[in-house]
């Protein structure tokens, strides 16, 4: 099983392209997670305590 460790600093980017990354930045993490456990088997999901659809509910709260 792999783990996933995102240690993502913050850029110090003030007013509108700040935000701009940081919301591509959120999205782009909740992809990768949503991806990542897209992969994993449905006894690895139960295993962590999620089923098929919580997915996308995890992915949303990234």
Known sequence: MSVYETHRTAPHFGGLFGTL???????????????ALSRLSDRELDDIGLSRGDIDSIGNHI
Request: charged share 20%; proline share 0%; no cysteine.
């Open 21 to 35: 990354v940081s919301t591509l930045a959120a999205w782009n993490d909740a992809r990768v997670t949503r991806n």
